[in-house]
């Protein structure tokens, strides 16, 4: 199971663009990328998932070297709504064991 | 899309007394199921994963005959704090997948809304 390193907090403002690192440098070669964002007292919600390359949805998108040693999701224009935990998941293909790293904590201030 | 259905959201309880928390997929059929728990400024923990028809495998250090889980159909697991006391208090969620791996492919995991369970 690929561990994930995470920044513990990140602060911004009303209308930036704010972008979260996830490290996993012993990422496996069928591994998917995952991203979940939790509001207190909630269960994670699933906001995006890529292999390689670049993904876009609705909400966020998500960048992804080469190597795949880490990933990078990407929140742009974020609102007072947006501010949650941030969890980077990764891991083996056929591995039901998922371990949530201690996550990205995203305050958003007016 | 996916739905997950945790039932109930807030239990409060007396010491010594068991508590049951329900976990259904809505919309899928989900064969494998993970609980995990959530302290107040902590990431979640995973205790056990509950596969249909099968004993649920417990992480190292929670212990199985505290928490009972039975996954008897393939939209419905249950969790149980047996015999609970102040500190089993925490948030419990729960997550299913549908099939195989939840990281493989499209296959995300789609959580419960949490369970706070308040043991007095």
């Known amino acids: 199971l690929a561990k994930t390193t995470q920044p513990i907090s990140m602060d911004s403002y009303e209308g930036q663009e704010v972008n979260i690192t996830c490290s996993h440098n012993?990422?496996?070669?069928?591994?998917?990328i995952t991203w979940y964002q939790q509001f207190p007292s909630q269960g994670p919600r699933f906001i995006i998932q890529g292999y390689k390359t670049k993904v876009t949805n609705e909400v966020a998108s998500l960048f992804i070297p080469a190597d795949r040693k880490s990933s990078t999701l990407s929140l742009p224009r974020v609102s007072l709504s947006d501010t949650a935990v941030y969890y980077c998941l990764v891991g083996e293909e056929d591995d039901y064991k998922l371990s949530f790293g201690a996550g990205t904590t995203v305050t958003v201030r007016a | 899309g996916a739905v997950v259905s945790q039932h109930p959201s807030r239990v409060i309880c007396k010491s010594g007394t068991s508590v049951k928390i329900e976990c259904r997929s809505l919309d899928f059929q989900a064969t494998t199921m993970f609980w995990y728990r959530q302290f107040p400024k902590q990431s979640l923990m995973l205790m056990a994963t509950?596969?249909?028809?099968?004993?649920?495998?417990?992480e190292q250090g929670v212990e199985k005959d505290k928490f009972l889980i039975n996954h008897a159909s393939l939209t419905l697991s249950t969790l149980t704090v047996t015999s609970a006391h102040p500190e089993d208090s925490s948030f419990y969620i729960c997550?299913?997948?549908?099939?195989?791996?939840?990281?493989?492919?499209?296959?995300?995991?789609?959580f419960g809304a949490g369970s706070r369970l308040t043991v007095l």
């Open positions: 509950s596969n249909e028809g099968s004993k649920a495998t417990y």
């Open positions: 012993n990422i496996a070669t069928n591994d998917y």
């Open positions: 997550s299913a997948t549908r099939s195989g791996s939840p990281l493989s492919g499209a296959n995300v995991l789609t």
